[in-house]
Structure formats: C-alpha cells, structure tokens
T-cell receptor, first 114, second 113 residues
Framework: AQSVAQPEDQVNVAEGNPLTVKCTYSVSGNPYLFWYVQYPNRGLQFLLKYITGDNLVKGSYGFEAEFNKSQTSFHLKKPSALVSDSALYFCAVRENTGFQKLVFGTGTRLLVSP | DGGITQSPKYLFRKEGQNVTLSCEQNLNHDAMYWYRQDPGQGLRLIYYSQIVNDFQKGDIAEGYSVSREKKESFPLTVTSAQKNPTAFYLC????????????FGSGTRLTVV
C-alpha cells in the first residue's frame, strides 16, 4: 500500500533562513507526490506536485521540492523563510491502484520566528 | 471562478441532532471526498465518491452518511450516532487519474453545544 511519512511534527526556523520540511514515501511503481499547505481555519492549498521529469519541482509562494528516488524522499524547501510561511504542511502520494485516492501524511507544523 | 464551496462556515449542534454539511463544486470534477480534522491533527477520510449515486466508506464512516445525487454536490450528514462530532470538516474534489491533486473547500467547523 502507498504511504507517506512526515517524521517531524514541528519545524522551527528563523525568518530569512532556509527551511526544509521532510517527507518520505513508499509506493509500488511510479510515485505521484504532492505538497499542500493549510493556514488556520482554512482548507488545504496546493503547493506543488511531482509527476515525472525534473527532480526539482517549483511551486507556489517560492517553495520547491526535491524528488529523490534512491532515498524515496520528497522534501519541501524554501531558500528564505517568511513569518507568513508559518502553517501546517501536508505531503501526499496518489494510490496507483483501485480508486487512486491521495494518501496524506500526518502533517508538519512550520513555525517561522521573526 | 471555478471552485468548491462549503457551507456553513460554522455550525452548532445540540446533542442528539442530525446536521448536514453542504459541499458544492463547479469544477466538473468526478470525484469528491469528505475529511475530518481534529485540532492540530491530520486528515481522516470519512466518505468518498467517484460517480453519481455511488460512494464508499473511508476510515471513519461510522456516524456519518452521504449522498451523491448530482455530480456537483456531496452533502455530509453527521448523525446522532457520531459520539464526538466536534471537529473541522473538509470537502475536496478531483479529476480521476494519478496526475491530479485535490481542490479543497474552506471547511466547516462543527461544534456540539
């Protein structure tokens, strides 16, 4: 069965520093990977996805993610964090059998301090 | 603008009452989903549907019911059998196929009073 793991419940970073939110995946076959962000009392917003092609995927709000097949990882990155990036981040992978639902990780809370 | 609309934004329920949460999309998406989110927690799948008049139970379907009479609409009823319904409920929709992600609504916060 497909799954993703987000090993950190919370990541703390100072404004202006680079940030990384980690995600590892387990799939049979080709992975289709997604990152979402959730601000308080809001729905999830799409940030970026990896389907095929370049291992470095660029997304919204200056975020990017690096797909690493050998390490089965899809870490979310940003070169310079903003206080407004503080939110809950979810990694997800599409099932490639059956209904092909998205399987979400448990989420990582990012706190960017001024 | 195309999107997915959840209403109401806030809902208060007395114990023993059924309540229905609305979810409407104009994205022409085939699939629709309901999730529950407890404070500071991840998403738990309640029900999902790929086509009209067909839906499947997710991981925590007990105490909930859904209908899919129209492609655009996927209402969720929280019944009195759901013992701890206070939560944030999220509806989502998607095209079928592995290349597509989900579009989420803005959520309904349900509180039992």
């Amino acid at each position: 069965a497909q799954s993703v793991a987000q090993p950190e419940d919370q990541v703390n970073v100072a404004e202006g520093n680079p940030l990384t939110v980690k995600c590892t995946y387990s799939v049979s076959g080709n992975p289709y990977l997604f990152w979402y962000v959730q601000y308080p009392n809001r729905g999830l917003q799409f940030l970026l996805k990896y389907i095929t092609g370049d291992n470095l995927v660029k997304g919204s709000y200056g975020f990017e993610a690096e797909f690493n097949k050998s390490q089965t990882s899809f870490h979310l990155k940003k070169p310079s964090a903003l206080v407004s990036d503080s939110a809950l981040y979810f990694c997800a992978v599409r099932e490639n059998t059956g209904f092909q639902k998205l399987v979400f990780g448990t989420g990582t809370r990012l706190l960017v301090s001024p | 603008d195309g999107g997915i609309t959840q209403s109401p934004k806030y809902l208060f329920r007395k114990e023993g009452q059924n309540v229905t949460l609305s979810c409407e999309q104009n994205l022409n998406h085939d699939a629709m989903y309901w999730y529950r989110q407890d404070p500071g927690q991840g998403l738990r799948l309640i029900y999902y549907s790929q086509i009209v008049n067909d839906f499947q139970k997710g991981d925590i379907a007990e105490g909930y019911s859904v209908s899919r009479e129209k492609k655009e609409s996927f209402p969720l009823t929280v019944t009195s059998a759901q013992k701890n319904p206070t939560a944030f409920y999220l509806c989502a929709s998607s095209r079928t196929g592995t290349a597509y992600g989900y579009t989420f609504g803005s959520g309904t916060r349900l509180t039992v009073v």
